[in-house]
């Protein structure tokens, strides 16, 4: 069975470690953390491997996964370039979204096969069932190697791998924090508002949560711009001018304004509003009209 070491076995590490060794897809051999006590309890929610605390602890494997912050990656690569256990036949890959196999460079001049491979998903906690990762979406890039290796393993726990060039990792990755984090943000920035309506948080996410819902089906079965409703949908400009002149704090009318000019552009596409109102509401969502 193919072995795989884990530096930096977080949340990400011992989700993927626990749902290769269960599916013995890999033989999970040494895992390094900042912290021989960490290491030992990614051990224990993995149910395999051994704990190490420094790298020269660490045994020879087929296959390396540096599972830390994306801010460590190139450093630890570096410091692994070195390691005796390395071998010129080995693979070695990153999980981060933003950084392409280019970080891991130190380990590919030792004549090793490089990779990153990032599952678009929120790694919340280590508790992840096999269910949990069906059909996850994988980007990939790096050598032909350990792609070929890796997405077998990646689509053996049920991921879907798909390819992406090096250049393109900045600008994908944004494309998914805006997606995931800035949801959550955006939620945020609703319960603030609701909250300067009288209205409690928990109430807030309650009555939250079936529009919310409803809207991300709507966007996955019909569309972005089929799915857009409300007033710049409508192309009602009393409404959002008196949406902006209830939005006495700064940051929150700029996210509104932001906002309100990509659904203007949708809103365009649908149909509904004509050019008059079109017109007048980019006039309105416009910072020039601060």
Avoid at 19 to 37: C, M, V
Avoid at 42 to 47: E, Y
Avoid at 111 to 140: K, Q, R, W
Avoid at 161 to 189: D, W
Wanted: proline content about 1%.
């Amino acid at each position: 069975m193919t072995t795989l070491n884990i530096i930096g076995c977080g949340k990400l590490g011992q989700s993927l470690g626990r749902l290769w060794s269960d599916s013995k897809e890999f033989r999970i051999g040494s895992i390094l953390n900042t912290s021989l006590d960490s290491a030992n309890q990614a051990v224990s929610h993995i149910g395999s491997g051994s704990a190490c605390e420094e790298m020269d602890q660490m045994k020879a494997a087929d296959v390396w996964l540096i599972a830390s912050n994306d801010a460590s990656i190139a450093t630890i690569s570096s410091k692994l370039s070195k390691f005796k256990h390395l071998r010129a036949q080995d693979i070695v890959f990153h999980c981060s979204g933003s950084l392409s196999s280019s970080a891991l460079i130190t380990c590919k001049e030792k004549g090793v096969d490089i990779a990153s491979i990032h599952p678009v998903m929120s790694f919340t906690g280590t508790t992840l069932s096999a269910e949990d990762f069906i059909n996850v979406h994988c980007s990939c890039e790096g050598d032909t190697a350990a792609l070929h290796l890796l997405t077998q393993k990646f689509s053996a726990i049920g991921g879907k791998c798909f390819q992406i060039s090096s250049e393109s990792k900045n600008i994908y990755h944004t494309a998914t924090v805006m997606c995931c984090n800035y949801l959550t943000a955006l939620t945020e920035a609703s319960i603030q508002l609701y909250q300067q309506a009288g209205i409690e948080r928990d109430q807030s996410l309650a009555l939250m949560h079936p529009i919310m819902t409803a809207t991300l089906a709507n966007i996955f079965q019909h569309g972005t711009t089929k799915a857009l409703t409300g007033p710049i949908a409508r192309g009602d400009t009393e409404t959002v001018q008196n949406h902006l002149n209830a939005l006495t704090d700064d940051k929150l009318q700029s996210i509104y304004r932001s906002l309100g000019e990509v659904a203007l552009t949708l809103s365009e596409q649908q149909g509904q509003a004509n050019q008059r109102q079109l017109a007048e509401m980019s006039k309105l969502l416009s910072n020039s009209t601060n």
